[in-house]
């Protein structure tokens, strides 16, 4: 067991899914675009041209600070941060400093009978920089090609405090905290594609240290794609500080990167402080105010978090932890069950189609369930349900159906009379086919009367056959051991 106590703090940039960047009109659907298309004189910096701030982005900054237990501050302002990389193409970014859009918040990672909380020291709201693509060609000569397509796309900082003693609650807090912006539907938390950029501040310290507030020299390591590239940096790091010291050597405060091929942390340059940046407010830019009733505005226009619709899932409506997780894996699915709920409220079996039958139709389309177009409509899903539940339509016609409604639109009852699907019921409708089915399968008939339970569900299959999947379940079941003499 290491002598040494981990302190992490986390850094989480992730852009803001608007429809514009931050401070022009350019469009901030830039994925894929051809370089350089999605840019103006204003993002691109040129001489005079003043920059306008996206209402958007300030709404979407002010939901995530509250859904972070931020405090709003009555006044906000952007301030130019200076430094000369190739992909700024400005010499400086827009950003929020000495008054961001929100502090002092928190977030459980913890338990009912463990809380653990991680406090956020800031949220504020700045523009992405451009992209740089390093490139050697045949000749061996290496080369900088900048996009400026992504320069000024609305990006939000989320800064904690250094809270996190251990990798795996550094991976809790960034799942819950990815939850949190996609369940508000202001960012989409793809960290594959960069939307989404994770910074880890990792020391380490004594005991004693701990106990009296001591905290060493950092290492910040940048630009981490994946909650397992995070968990790999953070336990790589923390390992090799504390041999650093243990060779009674001192970690110097620097700026590292990930290197995912060799699994290790590398020196990219020494560690910034604020005043290397030279801070001044945006002369272009008036300072921003809030009031406490647009704060409460934004407030009450909040939607669910997700641990909250989890939790709600369970004990409200009694689904265990799988089911509740699984129907709360996005805000539009979590947003269709409820919608189907308050058509039939039999949440086991509505939670059991969609995540069965419903949801193998979704991933066989290659749908998306963002976008409901080509979803049936969740009122006639549910009453698909409804039936169910009621022995209306059994479970192979569900499975008959379901493909209709995704190819049609058309509702359930207007299915049924297409296919020609009714439930066989009656006892007097049933008790002939059985005896039929059991003529033909004497075998079959001894083995049950035999004690061979198993075979029973091959008689069952039979009858189910000759109905066409029509027969009622419960009826069957009764009728068949009725007939064979057999307890059930």
């Known amino acids: 067991m290491s002598r040494y106590e981990t302190v992490i703090g986390i850094e989480v940039h992730t852009q803001l899914l608007t429809r514009s960047k931050m401070f022009c009109g350019c469009p901030n659907d830039y994925a894929g675009a051809e370089p350089n298309t999605h840019v103006c004189p204003v993002c691109l910096g040129a001489p005079g041209m003043l920059p306008v701030v996206n209402e958007t982005a300030l709404r979407y900054g002010m939901m995530a600070a509250l859904a972070l237990n931020c405090t709003i501050p009555e ?9 000369p990389y190739p992909d700024l193409v ?16 928190q977030v ?19 523009e992405d920089t451009a992209k740089n693509t390093h490139v050697t060609n045949a000749a061996g000569e290496s080369y900088s090609l900048v996009d400026c397509n992504r320069a000024g796309v609305p990006l939000m900082e989320i800064v904690t405090e250094p809270d996190m003693h251990s990798p795996d609650e550094a991976v809790a807090y960034l799942k819950k905290l990815r939850d949190i912006l996609v369940f508000l539907g202001i960012a989409n938390g793809r960290m594959d594609e960069g939307a989404m950029r994770l910074e880890a501040n990792i020391s380490v310290r004594t005991p004693e240290e701990a106990e009296a507030g001591v905290l060493r020299p950092r290492c910040e390591v940048k630009n981490l794609n994946s909650f397992e590239n995070v968990r790999a940096a953070l336990v790589y790091e923390v390992k090799r500080q504390a041999q650093v010291y243990d060779r009674g050597e001192r970690v110097r405060q620097v700026t590292m990167g990930w290197d995912l091929e060799h699994g290790r942390t590398v020196v990219q340059r020494s560690k910034e402080e604020a005043q290397d940046y030279r801070y001044f407010p945006e ?12 704060v409460d505005a934004v407030r009450a226009g909040l939607p669910g978090r997700r641990h909250e619709i989890v939790s709600r899932y369970q004990q409200v409506l009694g689904l265990d932890a799988y089911r509740a997780e699984l ?13 189907a709920l308050a058509v039939c409220p039999q949440a086991e079996r509505v939670a059991n189609l ?43 016609q569900v499975k008959q159906l379901l493909p209709r409604l995704f190819d049609t639109g ?38 049950v009367r035999a004690g061979q339970d198993k075979v029973f569900g091959f008689l069952v299959g039979q009858v189910m056959k000759a109905t066409r999947g029509q027969a009622d379940p419960g ?6 051991r009725e007939k064979l003499g057999v307890a059930g």
């Open 90 to 105: 400005k010499g400086f970014q827009l950003t929020q400093y000495s008054y961001p859009i929100g502090s002092h918040g």
């Open 327 to 339: 129907l709360a894996q996005s805000p539009a699915f979590a947003a269709y069950f409820d919608a």
């Open 475 to 480: 009826t069957l079941n009764r009728l068949l």
């Open 354 to 396: 969609l995540l069965g039958d419903f949801m193998a139709e979704v991933n066989d389309r290659r749908m998306d369930m963002e976008s409901t177009a080509g979803l049936p409509p969740a009122a006639e899903t549910a009453e698909l349900a409804r039936q169910w539940e009621a022995g209306e339509v059994t479970g192979p």
């Open 108 to 126: 459980n990672i913890g338990t009912d009978a463990e809380p653990l909380r991680v406090r956020i020291n800031r949220v504020h709201l700045e």
């Open 410 to 447: 058309e509702g359930v009852e207007a299915a049924k009379a297409a296919l020609g699907i009714r439930v066989v019921g009656a006892a007097d409708e049933l008790t002939p086919i059985i005896e039929d089915v059991l003529a033909a399968n004497a075998d079959a008939v001894e083995k």
């Open 75 to 83: 006044f906000s302002w952007f301030e130019r941060k200076n430094y």
């Open 283 to 294: 002369p272009d830019l008036p300072p921003l105010r809030f009031t406490a009733a647009e």
